[in-house]
Protein backbone atom coordinates (compact mmCIF):
# COMPACT_ATOMS: atom_id res chain seq x y z
CA UNK A 1 0.00 0.00 0.00
CA UNK A 2 2.76 2.43 0.85
CA UNK A 3 4.43 1.35 -2.19
CA UNK A 4 1.63 2.79 -4.81
CA UNK A 5 0.98 5.48 -2.52
CA UNK A 6 4.56 6.15 -2.87
CA UNK A 7 4.64 5.48 -6.74
CA UNK A 8 1.51 7.88 -7.21
CA UNK A 9 3.21 10.46 -4.82
CA UNK A 10 6.37 10.07 -7.02
CA UNK A 11 4.84 10.43 -10.94
CA UNK A 12 2.80 13.39 -9.26
CA UNK A 13 5.77 15.19 -8.55
CA UNK A 14 7.07 14.54 -12.04
CA UNK A 15 4.11 15.73 -13.64
CA UNK A 16 4.12 18.58 -11.98
CA UNK A 17 7.62 18.83 -12.60
CA UNK A 18 7.15 18.31 -16.43
CA UNK A 19 4.16 21.33 -16.00
CA UNK A 20 6.21 23.67 -14.98
CA UNK A 21 9.00 23.14 -16.96
CA UNK A 22 6.59 23.38 -19.75
CA UNK A 23 5.02 26.49 -18.56
CA UNK A 24 8.23 28.42 -17.77
CA UNK A 25 9.24 27.47 -21.58
CA UNK A 26 5.98 28.77 -22.83
CA UNK A 27 6.25 31.70 -20.53
CA UNK A 28 9.49 32.34 -21.99
CA UNK A 29 8.43 31.71 -25.32
CA UNK A 30 5.39 34.28 -24.97
CA UNK A 31 7.78 36.80 -23.40
CA UNK A 32 10.09 36.09 -26.38
CA UNK A 33 7.40 36.70 -29.00
CA UNK A 34 5.97 39.72 -27.04
CA UNK A 35 9.70 41.54 -27.70
CA UNK A 36 9.68 40.58 -30.94
CA UNK A 37 6.66 42.27 -32.16
CA UNK A 38 7.20 45.08 -30.17
CA UNK A 39 8.83 48.37 -32.42
CA UNK A 40 11.43 49.62 -29.74
CA UNK A 41 13.24 46.54 -29.43
CA UNK A 42 14.52 46.57 -33.38
CA UNK A 43 17.18 49.12 -32.51
CA UNK A 44 20.49 49.36 -33.69
CA UNK A 45 21.90 47.54 -30.73
CA UNK A 46 20.18 44.68 -31.03
CA UNK A 47 20.58 44.34 -34.82
CA UNK A 48 24.55 44.86 -33.96
CA UNK A 49 23.69 41.79 -31.52
CA UNK A 50 21.90 39.49 -33.76
CA UNK A 51 24.73 40.24 -36.91
CA UNK A 52 27.15 38.80 -33.96
CA UNK A 53 24.87 35.74 -33.07
CA UNK A 54 25.08 34.95 -36.94
CA UNK A 55 28.03 35.11 -37.18
CA UNK A 56 29.01 32.87 -33.98
CA UNK A 57 26.20 30.66 -34.88
CA UNK A 58 26.75 30.23 -38.86
CA UNK A 59 29.48 31.86 -41.04
CA UNK A 60 31.61 30.62 -37.87
CA UNK A 61 31.07 27.01 -38.60
CA UNK A 62 30.30 27.48 -43.12
CA UNK A 63 33.62 25.79 -43.97
CA UNK A 64 32.62 22.76 -41.49
CA UNK A 65 29.14 22.45 -42.11
CA UNK A 66 29.36 22.42 -46.05
CA UNK A 67 32.37 19.52 -45.95
CA UNK A 68 30.09 18.03 -43.29
CA UNK A 69 26.89 18.53 -45.94
CA UNK A 70 28.65 17.27 -49.10
CA UNK A 71 29.95 14.38 -46.94
CA UNK A 72 26.67 13.52 -45.97
CA UNK A 73 24.70 13.86 -48.86
CA UNK A 74 27.40 12.54 -51.12
CA UNK A 75 26.76 9.23 -49.44
CA UNK A 76 23.28 9.02 -49.38
CA UNK A 77 23.00 10.14 -53.17
CA UNK A 78 25.61 7.40 -54.19
CA UNK A 79 23.80 4.55 -51.84
CA UNK A 80 19.88 5.78 -53.30
CA UNK A 81 21.12 5.51 -56.84
CA UNK A 82 22.65 2.17 -56.39
CA UNK A 83 19.92 0.69 -54.82
CA UNK A 84 17.24 2.27 -57.33
CA UNK A 85 19.57 0.85 -59.84
CA UNK A 86 19.88 -2.79 -58.38
CA UNK A 87 15.97 -2.78 -57.66
CA UNK A 88 14.68 -1.24 -61.25
CA UNK A 89 13.45 2.05 -59.68
CA UNK A 90 15.98 4.91 -61.42
CA UNK A 91 13.07 6.74 -61.94
CA UNK A 92 12.33 7.21 -58.53
CA UNK A 93 15.59 7.79 -57.34
CA UNK A 94 15.81 12.06 -57.84
CA UNK A 95 12.40 12.33 -55.97
CA UNK A 96 13.56 10.34 -53.47
CA UNK A 97 17.11 11.97 -52.68
CA UNK A 98 15.22 15.67 -52.51
CA UNK A 99 12.28 14.13 -50.09
CA UNK A 100 14.87 12.42 -48.06
CA UNK A 101 17.83 15.12 -48.24
CA UNK A 102 16.21 18.41 -48.57
CA UNK A 103 13.22 18.07 -47.17
CA UNK A 104 13.82 15.89 -44.40
CA UNK A 105 17.60 15.14 -43.16
CA UNK A 106 19.41 18.24 -44.00
CA UNK A 107 17.03 20.44 -42.13
CA UNK A 108 17.10 18.27 -39.08
CA UNK A 109 20.87 17.36 -39.20
CA UNK A 110 21.78 21.44 -39.04
CA UNK A 111 19.54 22.05 -36.29
CA UNK A 112 21.57 19.11 -34.40
CA UNK A 113 24.28 20.53 -35.64
CA UNK A 114 23.22 24.02 -33.84
CA UNK A 115 22.40 22.44 -31.21
CA UNK A 116 25.30 21.11 -30.49
CA UNK A 117 27.63 23.53 -30.56
CA UNK A 118 25.46 26.94 -29.81
CA UNK A 119 22.61 25.46 -27.93
CA UNK A 120 24.85 23.93 -25.33
CA UNK A 121 27.01 26.84 -25.11
CA UNK A 122 23.73 29.71 -24.89
CA UNK A 123 22.15 26.72 -22.15
CA UNK A 124 25.57 27.33 -20.14
CA UNK A 125 25.72 31.14 -20.59
CA UNK A 126 22.35 31.42 -19.36
CA UNK A 127 23.11 29.44 -16.63
CA UNK A 128 26.24 31.14 -15.62
CA UNK A 129 24.74 34.39 -15.82
CA UNK A 130 21.90 33.54 -13.72
CA UNK A 131 24.03 31.65 -10.91
CA UNK A 132 26.38 34.37 -10.99
CA UNK A 133 23.69 37.01 -10.89
CA UNK A 134 24.72 38.76 -14.12
CA UNK A 135 20.81 39.37 -15.36
CA UNK A 136 19.96 40.73 -12.21
CA UNK A 137 22.79 42.95 -12.82
CA UNK A 138 21.87 44.03 -16.53
CA UNK A 139 18.40 44.22 -15.24
CA UNK A 140 19.16 46.97 -12.90
CA UNK A 141 21.34 48.97 -15.03
CA UNK A 142 17.86 48.68 -17.70
CA UNK A 143 19.90 46.86 -20.40
CA UNK A 144 16.83 44.11 -20.79
CA UNK A 145 18.13 40.91 -20.97
CA UNK A 146 15.36 39.68 -23.16
CA UNK A 147 16.03 42.11 -25.98
CA UNK A 148 19.95 42.30 -25.69
CA UNK A 149 21.19 38.59 -24.82
CA UNK A 150 18.14 36.14 -25.37
CA UNK A 151 15.84 37.53 -28.54
CA UNK A 152 19.45 38.14 -30.55
CA UNK A 153 20.72 34.56 -29.97
CA UNK A 154 16.80 33.31 -30.79
CA UNK A 155 16.94 35.00 -34.00
CA UNK A 156 20.45 34.44 -34.72
CA UNK A 157 20.04 30.80 -34.52
CA UNK A 158 16.69 30.64 -36.48
CA UNK A 159 18.64 33.17 -39.14
CA UNK A 160 21.40 30.32 -38.90
CA UNK A 161 19.14 27.01 -39.46
CA UNK A 162 17.64 28.64 -42.38
CA UNK A 163 20.64 29.95 -44.02
CA UNK A 164 22.94 27.00 -43.15
CA UNK A 165 19.63 24.64 -44.98
CA UNK A 166 19.62 26.93 -47.88
CA UNK A 167 23.03 26.74 -48.56
CA UNK A 168 23.12 23.10 -47.95
CA UNK A 169 20.21 22.04 -49.92
CA UNK A 170 21.53 24.10 -53.08
CA UNK A 171 24.70 22.10 -52.56
CA UNK A 172 23.00 19.12 -51.87
CA UNK A 173 20.80 19.88 -55.18
CA UNK A 174 23.99 20.25 -57.60
CA UNK A 175 25.71 17.47 -56.50
CA UNK A 176 22.54 15.01 -56.97
CA UNK A 177 22.72 16.36 -60.04
CA UNK A 178 25.95 15.84 -61.52
CA UNK A 179 25.16 12.03 -59.70
CA UNK A 180 22.70 11.29 -61.68
CA UNK A 181 23.43 12.75 -65.17
CA UNK A 182 26.86 13.82 -65.03
CA UNK A 183 28.01 17.28 -66.75
CA UNK A 184 25.44 17.76 -68.95
CA UNK A 185 22.25 19.73 -69.51
CA UNK A 186 20.36 16.81 -71.18
CA UNK A 187 18.53 15.58 -67.77
CA UNK A 188 17.52 19.36 -66.92
CA UNK A 189 14.18 18.79 -68.08
CA UNK A 190 13.47 15.80 -65.83
CA UNK A 191 15.34 17.27 -62.93
CA UNK A 192 12.62 20.21 -62.76
CA UNK A 193 10.18 17.97 -63.39
CA UNK A 194 10.93 15.96 -60.28
CA UNK A 195 11.72 19.09 -58.75
CA UNK A 196 8.45 21.12 -59.50
CA UNK A 197 6.65 17.28 -58.42
CA UNK A 198 8.18 17.42 -54.91
CA UNK A 199 7.89 21.55 -54.07
CA UNK A 200 4.30 22.30 -53.61
CA UNK A 201 3.72 25.91 -52.75
CA UNK A 202 2.80 24.08 -49.89
CA UNK A 203 5.84 22.06 -48.87
CA UNK A 204 7.89 25.12 -49.24
CA UNK A 205 6.18 26.87 -46.74
CA UNK A 206 5.98 23.86 -44.65
CA UNK A 207 10.32 23.47 -44.71
CA UNK A 208 10.40 27.12 -43.91
CA UNK A 209 8.18 26.93 -40.79
CA UNK A 210 10.08 23.78 -39.79
CA UNK A 211 13.26 25.33 -40.44
CA UNK A 212 11.75 28.40 -37.84
CA UNK A 213 10.61 25.91 -35.18
CA UNK A 214 14.08 24.19 -35.49
CA UNK A 215 15.66 27.19 -34.91
CA UNK A 216 13.10 28.78 -32.01
CA UNK A 217 13.93 25.20 -30.71
CA UNK A 218 17.47 25.00 -30.32
CA UNK A 219 17.59 28.69 -29.09
CA UNK A 220 14.93 28.79 -26.30
CA UNK A 221 14.85 25.69 -25.14
CA UNK A 222 18.49 25.85 -23.89
CA UNK A 223 17.77 29.13 -22.40
CA UNK A 224 14.98 28.77 -20.90
CA UNK A 225 16.56 25.17 -19.07
CA UNK A 226 19.80 27.78 -17.96
CA UNK A 227 16.80 30.14 -16.51
CA UNK A 228 15.96 27.59 -14.52
CA UNK A 229 18.76 26.97 -12.52
CA UNK A 230 19.41 27.04 -9.08
CA UNK A 231 21.86 30.00 -8.04
CA UNK A 232 24.11 27.06 -7.04
CA UNK A 233 27.51 26.76 -9.25
CA UNK A 234 27.01 22.64 -9.37
CA UNK A 235 23.58 23.11 -11.02
CA UNK A 236 25.33 24.50 -14.15
CA UNK A 237 25.58 20.93 -15.77
CA UNK A 238 22.91 19.86 -15.03
CA UNK A 239 20.79 22.35 -16.05
CA UNK A 240 23.03 21.81 -19.80
CA UNK A 241 21.81 18.29 -19.25
CA UNK A 242 18.28 19.00 -19.23
CA UNK A 243 18.21 21.67 -21.52
CA UNK A 244 19.73 19.19 -24.69
CA UNK A 245 17.55 16.70 -23.62
CA UNK A 246 14.57 18.73 -24.09
CA UNK A 247 16.21 20.13 -27.15
CA UNK A 248 16.50 16.69 -29.28
CA UNK A 249 13.34 15.65 -28.07
CA UNK A 250 11.82 18.63 -29.18
CA UNK A 251 13.90 18.35 -32.27
CA UNK A 252 12.39 15.01 -33.07
CA UNK A 253 8.73 16.12 -32.16
CA UNK A 254 9.39 18.27 -34.95
CA UNK A 255 10.40 16.37 -37.50
CA UNK A 256 8.25 13.91 -36.44
CA UNK A 257 4.70 15.82 -36.61
CA UNK A 258 5.92 17.80 -39.81
CA UNK A 259 6.16 14.19 -41.79
CA UNK A 260 2.94 13.22 -40.43
CA UNK A 261 1.41 16.29 -41.80
CA UNK A 262 3.25 15.83 -44.82
CA UNK A 263 2.39 12.32 -45.99
CA UNK A 264 -0.51 11.58 -43.29
CA UNK B 1 38.90 41.10 -32.45
CA UNK B 2 36.42 39.45 -35.26
CA UNK B 3 38.00 41.34 -38.51
CA UNK B 4 35.53 41.92 -41.26
CA UNK B 5 32.00 40.17 -38.74
CA UNK B 6 29.86 42.79 -40.60
CA UNK B 7 31.17 41.68 -44.06
CA UNK B 8 30.96 37.71 -43.14
CA UNK B 9 27.66 37.72 -41.77
CA UNK B 10 26.38 39.98 -44.98
CA UNK B 11 27.83 37.84 -47.11
CA UNK B 12 26.45 35.12 -45.58
CA UNK B 13 22.90 36.53 -45.36
CA UNK B 14 23.32 37.83 -49.15
CA UNK B 15 23.98 34.57 -50.39
CA UNK B 16 21.28 32.99 -48.84
CA UNK B 17 18.86 34.96 -49.51
CA UNK B 18 20.26 35.24 -53.15
CA UNK B 19 20.02 31.33 -53.06
CA UNK B 20 16.54 31.00 -51.49
CA UNK B 21 15.32 33.79 -54.22
CA UNK B 22 16.83 31.65 -57.07
CA UNK B 23 15.44 28.02 -55.16
CA UNK B 24 11.82 29.70 -55.43
CA UNK B 25 12.13 31.38 -59.16
CA UNK B 26 13.22 27.62 -60.38
CA UNK B 27 10.80 25.74 -58.26
CA UNK B 28 8.20 28.17 -59.70
CA UNK B 29 9.87 27.88 -63.38
CA UNK B 30 9.70 24.30 -63.50
CA UNK B 31 5.84 24.12 -61.95
CA UNK B 32 5.59 26.36 -65.02
CA UNK B 33 4.40 29.60 -63.10
CA UNK B 34 6.19 31.47 -65.95
CA UNK B 35 5.12 29.89 -68.96
CA UNK B 36 1.34 28.80 -70.46
CA UNK B 37 0.57 25.63 -69.89
CA UNK B 38 -1.22 23.69 -71.96
CA UNK B 39 -4.47 22.11 -70.40
CA UNK B 40 -6.26 18.67 -70.74
CA UNK B 41 -8.93 16.56 -69.25
CA UNK B 42 -8.73 12.84 -69.40
CA UNK B 43 -11.48 10.81 -69.11
CA UNK B 44 -10.83 7.20 -67.58
CA UNK B 45 -13.87 5.27 -66.06
CA UNK B 46 -11.53 4.69 -62.56
CA UNK B 47 -9.37 7.19 -61.06
CA UNK B 48 -7.39 4.38 -59.38
CA UNK B 49 -3.87 4.42 -59.41
CA UNK B 50 -3.91 8.11 -60.65
CA UNK B 51 -2.57 10.76 -58.59
CA UNK B 52 -2.10 14.33 -58.69
CA UNK B 53 1.66 14.86 -59.85
CA UNK B 54 1.87 11.46 -61.73
CA UNK B 55 4.18 12.47 -64.83
CA UNK B 56 2.70 12.19 -68.23
CA UNK B 57 5.33 10.92 -70.49
CA UNK B 58 6.11 11.06 -74.56
CA UNK B 59 9.15 8.43 -75.54
CA UNK B 60 9.90 8.23 -71.73
CA UNK B 61 10.24 12.12 -71.68
CA UNK B 62 8.40 13.99 -68.88
CA UNK B 63 6.15 16.65 -70.63
CA UNK B 64 3.74 16.84 -67.69
CA UNK B 65 1.64 15.91 -64.62
CA UNK B 66 -1.75 15.20 -63.70
CA UNK B 67 -2.98 18.39 -61.43
CA UNK B 68 -5.49 17.49 -60.07
CA UNK B 69 -8.22 13.95 -59.79
CA UNK B 70 -11.76 15.20 -59.12
CA UNK B 71 -15.07 13.13 -59.47
CA UNK B 72 -17.67 15.99 -60.86
CA UNK B 73 -21.72 15.98 -59.72
CA UNK B 74 -22.64 13.37 -61.43
CA UNK B 75 -20.05 10.96 -60.32
CA UNK B 76 -17.51 11.28 -63.51
CA UNK B 77 -13.96 11.37 -63.08
CA UNK B 78 -12.53 14.77 -64.13
CA UNK B 79 -8.63 14.50 -64.18
CA UNK B 80 -7.02 17.80 -65.15
CA UNK B 81 -3.20 17.33 -66.75
CA UNK B 82 -1.12 19.74 -67.13
CA UNK B 83 1.41 19.88 -70.21
CA UNK B 84 4.35 22.17 -70.41
CA UNK B 85 4.93 24.56 -73.58
CA UNK B 86 7.47 22.39 -74.96
CA UNK B 87 5.82 18.99 -74.36
CA UNK B 88 2.26 20.69 -76.03
CA UNK B 89 3.68 20.17 -79.64
CA UNK B 90 4.01 16.07 -79.41
CA UNK B 91 0.37 16.01 -78.62
CA UNK B 92 -1.90 15.27 -81.87
CA UNK B 93 -5.59 14.78 -82.72
CA UNK B 94 -4.61 11.05 -82.88
CA UNK B 95 -2.22 10.66 -79.75
CA UNK B 96 -2.92 8.01 -77.61
CA UNK B 97 -3.23 8.38 -73.32
CA UNK B 98 -2.25 4.87 -71.77
CA UNK B 99 -2.20 4.26 -68.23
CA UNK B 100 0.80 2.54 -66.99
CA UNK B 101 1.05 0.82 -63.58
CA UNK B 102 4.24 -1.23 -63.56
CA UNK B 103 4.42 -3.67 -61.06
CA UNK B 104 7.53 -2.44 -59.66
CA UNK B 105 8.01 1.38 -59.56
CA UNK B 106 5.74 4.39 -60.34
CA UNK B 107 2.73 4.48 -62.49
CA UNK B 108 2.64 7.59 -65.01
CA UNK B 109 0.72 7.95 -68.37
CA UNK B 110 2.34 7.57 -71.57
CA UNK B 111 1.54 9.56 -74.44
CA UNK B 112 2.14 8.15 -77.74
CA UNK B 113 1.75 10.22 -81.10
CA UNK B 114 1.57 7.76 -84.25
CA UNK B 115 1.20 10.55 -86.98
CA UNK B 116 2.93 13.74 -86.06
CA UNK B 117 1.99 15.46 -89.15
CA UNK B 118 -1.73 15.43 -87.81
CA UNK B 119 -3.58 18.81 -86.41
CA UNK B 120 -2.40 19.70 -83.30
CA UNK B 121 -4.42 19.53 -79.97
CA UNK B 122 -6.74 22.39 -78.40
CA UNK B 123 -6.18 23.31 -75.28
CA UNK B 124 -8.64 22.28 -72.74
CA UNK B 125 -9.39 19.30 -74.99
CA UNK B 126 -10.96 15.99 -73.54
CA UNK B 127 -8.72 12.77 -74.49
CA UNK B 128 -9.68 9.20 -73.64
CA UNK B 129 -7.66 7.43 -70.87
CA UNK B 130 -6.72 3.89 -71.37
CA UNK B 131 -6.02 2.16 -68.47
CA UNK B 132 -3.85 -1.80 -68.57
CA UNK B 133 -3.58 -2.89 -65.61
CA UNK B 134 -1.23 -6.26 -65.53
CA UNK B 135 -2.14 -6.57 -62.00
CA UNK B 136 -5.57 -7.38 -63.21
CA UNK B 137 -4.15 -10.40 -64.94
CA UNK B 138 -2.22 -11.72 -62.71
CA UNK B 139 -5.40 -13.97 -61.10
CA UNK B 140 -6.01 -15.07 -64.33
CA UNK B 141 -2.87 -15.93 -65.17
CA UNK B 142 -2.18 -17.78 -61.47
CA UNK B 143 -4.94 -20.15 -62.40
CA UNK B 144 -3.64 -21.00 -65.65
CA UNK B 145 -0.12 -21.08 -64.28
CA UNK B 146 -1.48 -23.33 -61.42
CA UNK B 147 -3.36 -25.92 -64.31
CA UNK B 148 0.42 -26.66 -66.01
CA UNK B 149 2.27 -27.11 -62.43
CA UNK B 150 -0.68 -29.99 -61.71
CA UNK B 151 -0.46 -31.39 -65.18
CA UNK B 152 3.18 -31.37 -64.67
CA UNK B 153 2.51 -33.05 -61.12
CA UNK B 154 0.59 -35.37 -62.28
CA UNK B 155 3.20 -36.25 -65.21
CA UNK B 156 5.96 -36.67 -63.28
CA UNK B 157 4.25 -38.36 -60.36
CA UNK B 158 6.23 -41.73 -58.39
CA UNK B 159 4.06 -44.07 -60.21
CA UNK B 160 3.31 -41.89 -63.45
CA UNK B 161 4.09 -42.50 -67.31
CA UNK B 162 7.10 -40.54 -67.67
CA UNK B 163 8.73 -42.13 -64.51
CA UNK B 164 8.11 -45.61 -65.86
CA UNK B 165 9.54 -44.03 -69.47
CA UNK B 166 12.48 -42.94 -68.18
CA UNK B 167 12.88 -46.34 -66.22
CA UNK B 168 12.75 -48.23 -69.85
CA UNK B 169 14.99 -45.76 -71.47
CA UNK B 170 17.05 -46.02 -68.36
CA UNK B 171 17.06 -49.96 -68.68
CA UNK B 172 17.73 -49.69 -72.96
CA UNK B 173 20.54 -47.82 -72.04
CA UNK B 174 21.75 -49.75 -69.31
CA UNK B 175 21.86 -52.82 -71.97
CA UNK B 176 22.98 -50.22 -74.88
CA UNK B 177 26.47 -50.45 -72.39
CA UNK B 178 26.43 -54.19 -72.15
CA UNK B 179 28.57 -56.55 -74.31
CA UNK B 180 26.24 -56.59 -77.80
CA UNK B 181 26.20 -52.76 -77.46
CA UNK B 182 23.28 -51.34 -79.19
CA UNK B 183 21.60 -54.76 -80.16
CA UNK B 184 21.34 -55.77 -76.97
CA UNK B 185 19.46 -52.71 -76.25
CA UNK B 186 17.14 -53.34 -78.73
CA UNK B 187 16.52 -57.48 -78.49
CA UNK B 188 16.31 -57.00 -74.77
CA UNK B 189 19.08 -58.99 -73.71
CA UNK B 190 22.56 -60.52 -73.97
CA UNK B 191 21.29 -64.24 -74.81
CA UNK B 192 19.01 -62.19 -77.59
CA UNK B 193 21.86 -60.58 -79.07
CA UNK B 194 24.19 -63.87 -79.00
CA UNK B 195 22.58 -65.63 -82.23
CA UNK B 196 22.74 -62.06 -84.10
CA UNK B 197 26.53 -61.51 -83.53
CA UNK B 198 26.72 -65.30 -84.07
CA UNK B 199 25.23 -65.62 -87.64
CA UNK B 200 27.43 -62.48 -88.24
CA UNK B 201 30.51 -64.41 -87.69
CA UNK B 202 29.51 -67.45 -89.79
CA UNK B 203 28.42 -64.97 -92.71
CA UNK B 204 32.13 -63.47 -92.82
CA UNK B 205 32.90 -67.03 -92.61
CA UNK B 206 30.45 -68.12 -95.77
CA UNK B 207 32.02 -64.70 -97.22
CA UNK B 208 35.46 -66.03 -97.14
CA UNK B 209 34.84 -69.58 -98.34
CA UNK B 210 32.52 -67.83 -101.35
CA UNK B 211 35.68 -66.28 -102.47
CA UNK B 212 37.47 -69.17 -102.05
CA UNK B 213 35.06 -70.52 -104.69
CA UNK B 214 34.98 -67.94 -107.19
CA UNK B 215 38.60 -68.14 -107.63
CA UNK B 216 38.13 -72.02 -107.98
CA UNK B 217 35.33 -71.48 -110.54
CA UNK B 218 37.65 -68.43 -112.29
CA UNK B 219 40.03 -71.08 -112.56
CA UNK B 220 38.27 -73.42 -114.37
CA UNK B 221 37.13 -71.04 -116.93
CA UNK B 222 40.50 -70.43 -117.59
CA UNK B 223 40.86 -74.17 -118.31
CA UNK B 224 37.91 -74.23 -120.47
CA UNK B 225 38.72 -71.47 -122.29
CA UNK B 226 41.91 -73.44 -122.62
CA UNK B 227 40.33 -76.43 -123.81
CA UNK B 228 37.45 -74.93 -125.65
CA UNK B 229 39.34 -72.62 -127.66
CA UNK B 230 43.10 -74.07 -127.96
CA UNK B 231 45.01 -75.06 -131.19
CA UNK B 232 43.32 -78.60 -131.06
CA UNK B 233 40.64 -77.92 -128.76
CA UNK B 234 37.07 -78.65 -128.66
CA UNK B 235 35.92 -75.78 -131.31
CA UNK B 236 38.15 -76.97 -133.64
CA UNK B 237 36.90 -80.28 -133.46
CA UNK B 238 33.58 -79.61 -134.25
CA UNK B 239 34.50 -77.64 -137.28
CA UNK B 240 35.78 -81.17 -138.48
CA UNK B 241 32.74 -83.01 -137.37
CA UNK B 242 30.71 -80.57 -138.93
CA UNK B 243 32.45 -80.56 -142.08
CA UNK B 244 32.01 -84.41 -142.22
CA UNK B 245 28.35 -84.01 -141.32
CA UNK B 246 27.97 -81.35 -144.76
CA UNK B 247 29.44 -84.34 -147.06
CA UNK B 248 27.40 -87.15 -145.59
CA UNK B 249 24.53 -84.94 -146.15
CA UNK B 250 25.68 -84.40 -149.68
CA UNK B 251 25.44 -88.41 -149.93
CA UNK B 252 22.29 -88.62 -148.85
CA UNK B 253 21.26 -85.37 -150.99
CA UNK B 254 22.39 -87.95 -153.68
CA UNK B 255 20.91 -90.90 -152.67
CA UNK B 256 17.33 -89.12 -152.63
CA UNK B 257 17.72 -88.02 -156.22
CA UNK B 258 18.27 -91.75 -157.02
CA UNK B 259 15.10 -92.55 -154.97
CA UNK B 260 13.46 -89.81 -156.90
CA UNK B 261 14.62 -91.37 -160.55
CA UNK B 262 13.27 -94.72 -159.15
CA UNK B 263 9.78 -93.37 -158.26
CA UNK B 264 9.38 -91.73 -161.82
CA UNK B 265 10.40 -95.41 -163.30
CA UNK B 266 8.20 -97.18 -160.79
CA UNK B 267 5.44 -94.80 -162.06
CA UNK B 268 6.88 -95.32 -165.93
CA UNK B 269 6.81 -98.62 -165.64
CA UNK B 270 3.99 -99.53 -163.17
CA UNK B 271 3.02 -101.81 -165.81
CA UNK B 272 5.51 -104.67 -165.19
CA UNK B 273 5.46 -104.49 -161.16
CA UNK B 274 7.24 -107.69 -161.01
CA UNK B 275 10.46 -106.60 -161.81
CA UNK B 276 10.27 -103.46 -160.13
CA UNK B 277 9.46 -105.01 -156.62
CA UNK B 278 12.82 -106.39 -156.81
CA UNK B 279 14.53 -103.10 -157.46
CA UNK B 280 12.74 -101.26 -154.15
CA UNK B 281 13.92 -104.02 -151.65
CA UNK B 282 17.55 -102.67 -152.63
CA UNK B 283 16.83 -99.20 -152.57
CA UNK B 284 15.08 -99.54 -148.91
CA UNK B 285 18.46 -101.08 -148.43
CA UNK B 286 20.56 -97.96 -149.50
CA UNK B 287 18.59 -95.55 -147.47
CA UNK B 288 18.45 -97.31 -144.29
CA UNK B 289 22.32 -98.13 -145.08
CA UNK B 290 22.52 -93.68 -145.50
CA UNK B 291 19.93 -93.01 -141.87
CA UNK B 292 22.15 -95.19 -140.09
CA UNK B 293 25.24 -93.27 -141.16
CA UNK B 294 23.55 -89.74 -140.44
CA UNK B 295 22.34 -91.34 -137.10
CA UNK B 296 25.83 -92.15 -135.86
CA UNK B 297 27.44 -89.24 -136.83
CA UNK B 298 24.82 -87.08 -134.73
CA UNK B 299 25.40 -89.23 -132.11
CA UNK B 300 29.00 -88.62 -132.40
CA UNK B 301 28.45 -84.99 -132.60
CA UNK B 302 26.24 -85.56 -129.27
CA UNK B 303 29.25 -86.41 -127.59
CA UNK B 304 31.77 -84.44 -128.74
CA UNK B 305 29.61 -81.17 -128.33
CA UNK B 306 30.13 -80.31 -124.37
CA UNK B 307 26.67 -78.24 -124.35
CA UNK B 308 24.81 -80.32 -126.15
CA UNK B 309 24.01 -81.79 -122.60
CA UNK B 310 23.12 -80.75 -118.75
CA UNK B 311 24.31 -76.92 -119.33
CA UNK B 312 23.31 -75.94 -115.30
CA UNK B 313 26.74 -75.77 -113.93
CA UNK B 314 26.67 -77.42 -109.65
CA UNK B 315 28.50 -75.14 -107.03
CA UNK B 316 29.90 -76.91 -104.65
Given at each position: ???????????????????N???????????????????????????????????F?????????L??????????I??????????????A???M???????????F???L??A?????A?N?E?A??K?NN??????H???E?M??????????????V????V?????????????????S?SG?D?????????????V?????????????????L????G??????????????????????????????????LE?? | ???????????????????A??F??????????????????L??A????????????????????????????A????????????????????????????LV???K??V??????S???P??A????L?T?P????????E?V??????V???????????????????????M????????????????????????K?????????????????????????????????S????????Q??S??????????R??????????????V?????????????????V??AN??L?D???M????????????
Amino acid sequence: MEFLLNFVERTGAKAVGWWNATFAVLAFLTEVLSTLVRPATWNRATLDTIVKQIYFTAVQILHVYLVYVLAISWVIITITLSTARDVGLFDAATEMIIRVLLLELLPFLTALLIALRSGSAINTEVALMKVNNELDALSHCRVEPMQFEFLPRIAGGIASVIGLTVLGSVLTLFLAYFSIYGLSTSGFDAFSNTISTVFGIGVLMGLGVKCIFFGLAVTTLPMAAGLETPKKLFMVPVSVLRGMMRVFLALVLIEVLSLALEYI
Amino acid sequence: MFKNLHLKVGLFVITVLVLALAFLVYVLHARGFFEQRMHLQLAAASAEGITPGMPLTFSGMPIGQVASVNLNDAGGIVIKAEISQSGAKWLRTDSTFNLDKPLVGGAKIKVSTPDLSSPQLPDNATVLLLVTDPAQEIPALIERVKNILANVEHITRQDGELNSTLANAKTITTRMSGKYGVLEGVLGSEENARPVVNSLKNLEGLTARLNEVSAKVDAMLVKADRWLFAEDGMSEQSKQALAQVRSMLTDAQGSLKRVDELLKNAVDISANVKDGTQDLAKLRADIDDSVRKANDLLNDINRMWPFGGDADMKLP
